[in-house]
C-alpha cells in the first residue's frame, strides 16, 4: 500500500492507492478512484521510472521512503512552477469491464495509469484496485535492463506471487506471441524499443493478472503485431478479467471498449458509452483542426528534434492540375512542409486519414515508395503525397501526420494536424441509394444464368 498525506486544518487525511486481493472484495468493483489528484513542480527533479526488480528492492530495503510527505507548501499555494496533472478524478470500473481512456496530449491519461500501476503516488485522493494489476506503460519501463528476456518473465512472474510452476506453464506462450524466440536469452538493454514491447506485453497479458493496464501500446510495432494485442486484449476481457486501455487510435477503442473514459487537462470531462464519449472527442478534435495549414502552434508528440511546419491538402485532377471541389475519385495531393533542427537520417513521414468515428481510412508512408528522408540541420523540407483517385464518400475526414525513423522513434507526431472535405460524387460512382461506410470501392460485377438446376 502506497500513502502520502495531507494536513488541512489539523487534521491528518490519509491517501492511499490500496491493492486487494479479489477474496477480499465483496462486491463487483476492480477499481475504484476517489478524487485521486497529482501535483508536479514544474523544473523539479522527478523521481525517474523504477523497473520492478528496483521497485520491489526499495520497498523491501527502505520501505519508510515510500511514506514521504508532499511538501505542505506545495499543496496549500501551487505556485507557477506547480501543475496538477490529474485534479479530482473519481470513478468505478467493475470486475470484467474493459474500458477506455482517451484525451489529448497532457490530458493526463498516463499519469492516471502510473498512480494505477503503483510507479507513482497520489498528491490527493485514493485509489483501490482488488487484484493484482499487470502494467504496460511507456518503453524501459517493468524490465530489469540486466537481465535477459526469460530472467525478467520469471521476475515479473514472481513479483505478481505466481509460483514458477506457474511460470514455467505459461512461459512458452510468453515467448511465442512475442515472436523474439531467438533473443529470449539476451539481455533486454539490447532489445530494441519494437522487441521489448512485444516481450512486455506478452508478459503483463499472459501472466494472468486480474487487471491489465496498457498504454499507447499500438503506438509501436508493425500492424499485424498491432492486431495480435488487440485480439488478446479481448481474450484476456473474455476471460473475466478487467482491462484498462489508453489509446490515440479511436477505432481500437471503439472495436475493444464498450465504456470510455475522456481526461481534459487533468480532470474526467465525460465518462459514458464509447460511441458518445469518442464523438465528444472526435468534435473537439475536428474543431481545433478543421481546415489548418500553419502546424506551428498544434499540439504534437515527439523528441522536437525536427517538426512540421504546415499541410495544404489540394485536390488535382490525374494530371495534377487544381480543380475547385474534392469529389469521390479525385486525387488529392498533400503538400507537407517541416523545419529540421539537428541532423536525422533516413527518416519516415507518414500521413493518415480518420473518418469522424476514428477509424483510420488511409495510411501511406514514404518508406512504401522505398524512400527515406535525411534531414540536416536549418533544413527547410517539403514532402508531398499524392493520393490517387481517392475513393471516399461525401463527407468530412481528418489527417494525422507523423515522423519518425523505424517506427520507434517519434520525432514529430500530431494526431489531428488538419481536415477536408469530399464535396461531390464524380460521374459514374452514383449510388441508386447512398449506402453507409466512408469508402467507395470500385468494383466489377458479372451475373451468370443457366438453365435447368445447378449440378
Same mark, same amino acid.
Not at 520492478?52 to 508532499?70: D, H, N, W, Y
Not at 500501476?117 to 483501490?128: C, D, K, L, M
Not at 481517392?390 to 517519434?410: D, K, Q
Given at each position: ?76 499555494? =501551487? ?20 474500458? @477506455? #481512456? ?56 514472481? #513479483?505478481? @506471487? ?61 500492424? %499485424? ?11 484476456? %476481457? ?19 471498449? =464498450? ?27 475536428? %474543431? ?26 489540394? =485536390? ?22 517541416? *523545419? ?26 514514404? %518508406? ?9 540541420? @536549418? ?27 523505424? @517506427?520507434?522513434?517519434?520525432? *514529430? ?11 461531390? *460524387? ?9 449506402? =453507409? ?19
Amino acid at each position: 500500500m502506497l500513502r502520502g498525506s495531507k494536513e488541512s486544518a489539523g487534521q491528518a487525511d490519509e491517501l492511499a492507492v490500496n491493492h486487494h486481493f479479489l477474496e477480499n472484495n465483496m462486491t463487483d468493483i476492480a477499481i475504484k478512484v476517489e478524487n485521486l489528484s497529482k501535483l508536479y513542480k514544474i523544473g523539479a527533479r522527478q523521481q525517474g521510472y523504477k523497473t520492478l526488480r528496483e521497485s520491489v528492492m526499495g520497498i523491501l530495503t527502505a520501505p519508510m521512503q515510500r511514506f514521504k510527505k508532499i511538501p505542505q507548501s506545495a499543496i496549500r499555494n =501551487p505556485q507557477s512552477e506547480s501543475i496538477w496533472a490529474l485534479k479530482d478524478v473519481s470513478f468505478e470500473v467493475k470486475q470484467g469491464e474493459v474500458v @477506455g #481512456i482517451i484525451g489529448g496530449n497532457g490530458a493526463g491519461k498516463t499519469t492516471l495509469l502510473k498512480i494505477l500501476s503503483r510507479i507513482t503516488e497520489p498528491t490527493e485522493g485514493r485509489a483501490e484496485i482488488y487484484g493484482r494489476v499487470g502494467s504496460l506503460l511507456e518503453v524501459g519501463t517493468g524490465f530489469h535492463p540486466e537481465l535477459t528476456g526469460r530472467e525478467n518473465i520469471y521476475l515479473n512472474g514472481a #513479483i505478481l @506471487g505466481m509460483r514458477k510452476a506457474e511460470i514455467e506453464h505459461k512461459f512458452h506462450e510468453i515467448v511465442a506471441f512475442s515472436e523474439i524466440e531467438k533473443f529470449i536469452d539476451t539481455p533486454v538493454k539490447r532489445y530494441s524499443s519494437g522487441m521489448y514491447v512485444r516481450l512486455a506485453f506478452a508478459v503483463a497479458a499472459h501472466l494472468e493478472p486480474e487487471v491489465l493496464v496498457v498504454d499507447e501500446v499500438l503506438a509501436v510495432g508493425d500492424a %499485424a503485431f498491432q492486431k495480435k494485442c488487440l485480439g488478446k486484449m479481448g481474450d484476456v %476481457a473474455k476471460e473475466g478479467r478487467t482491462v484498462l486501455f489508453v489509446s490515440h487510435n479511436m477505432g481500437a477503442i471503439i472495436a475493444l471498449c =464498450p465504456r470510455c473514459l475522456l481526461m481534459n487537462n487533468g480532470r474526467l470531462e465525460m465518462a459514458g458509452a464509447v460511441r458518445e464519449v469518442t464523438a465528444r472527442y472526435q468534435a473537439k478534435s475536428f %474543431a481545433t483542426a478543421a481546415d489548418r495549414s500553419d502546424l506551428r502552434t498544434a499540439e504534437r508528440r515527439g523528441t522536437g528534434k525536427a517538426v512540421f511546419s504546415s499541410i495544404n491538402i489540394k =485536390p488535382v485532377t490525374q494530371y495534377g492540375e487544381p480543380i475547385p471541389v474534392a469529389y469521390t475519385g479525385c486525387n488529392l495531393s498533400i503538400e507537407i512542409e517541416i *523545419d529540421c533542427h539537428v541532423d536525422i537520417a533516413d527518416s519516415n513521414v507518414a500521413i493518415v486519414v480518420y473518418d469522424l468515428n476514428g477509424y483510420r481510412l488511409i495510411d501511406v508512408n514514404t %518508406a512504401q515508395k522505398g524512400t527515406f528522408v535525411s534531414l540536416k540541420a @536549418g533544413q527547410h523540407v517539403m514532402v508531398v503525397f499524392v493520393l490517387r483517385e481517392v475513393l471516399l464518400l461525401p463527407g468530412t475526414y481528418l489527417v494525422s501526420v507523423w515522423l519518425g525513423r523505424g @517506427g520507434i522513434e517519434h520525432t *514529430d507526431f500530431i494526431e489531428y494536424a488538419t481536415s477536408f472535405s469530399m464535396a461531390a *460524387d464524380a460521374e459514374g460512382t452514383k449510388h441508386v441509394e447512398v449506402f =453507409p461506410g466512408p469508402y467507395l470501392c470500385r468494383f466489377d460485377s458479372s451475373v451468370t444464368y443457366q438453365e435447368g438446376p445447378g449440378e
